[in-house]
C-alpha cells in the first residue's frame, strides 16, 4: 500500500502561481496512476488532472487546461501540480489520490489518498 501526503499549498493573489508537491511512501508508487482532486465547503470533489504510471499520459479537466500542469518523478516518489494564472475560483482543499490502472476522473475510483492542503486565491 501506499500513503500520500500533499504539501505546497498557500495564499496567492489572482494571477501567481503555486506548485502542490504529493510525496508518497510505501511500495509500488511507480506502477500508480495519481491524479489530483480539489474540494470545497458544500461542493463534490472534482477531478483536476491525472498522469499515467510512467508519466506519458496526462489529463486536465477542462478549468485546468492551459494553466495547471501535473508531472511526476518516480525516483522520488513525488507527483506535482504547478498552478499558473490562478483565479479565485480555483479556491479549494486540493488532495492527490494514487489507483491502478488507468487515468479515471471519479473520486471513489481512487484507493489512496492524501490529507489534503488548503489553496487560497485572492482577488
Known amino acids: 500500500q501506499v500513503q500520500l501526503g500533499e504539501s505546497g499549498g498557500g495564499l496567492v493573489q489572482a494571477g501567481g502561481s503555486l506548485r502542490l508537491s504529493c510525496a508518497a511512501t510505501g511500495r509500488g508508487f511507480s506502477s500508480y496512476t495519481m491524479g489530483w482532486f480539489r474540494q470545497t465547503p458544500g461542493k463534490e470533489r472534482e477531478f483536476v488532472s491525472g498522469?499515467?504510471?510512467?508519466?506519458?499520459?496526462?489529463k486536465y479537466a477542462e478549468p485546468a487546461k492551459g494553466r495547471f500542469t501535473i508531472s511526476r518523478d518516480n525516483a522520488k516518489n513525488t507527483v506535482y501540480l504547478q498552478m499558473n494564472s490562478l483565479k479565485p475560483e480555483d479556491t479549494a482543499v486540493y488532495y492527490c489520490a494514487a489507483r491502478y490502472p488507468d487515468i479515471i476522473t471519479t473520486p471513489s475510483g481512487y484507493a489512496y489518498w492524501g490529507q489534503g492542503t488548503q489553496v487560497t486565491v485572492s482577488s
Open positions: 498522469i499515467s504510471a510512467s508519466g506519458a499520459r496526462t
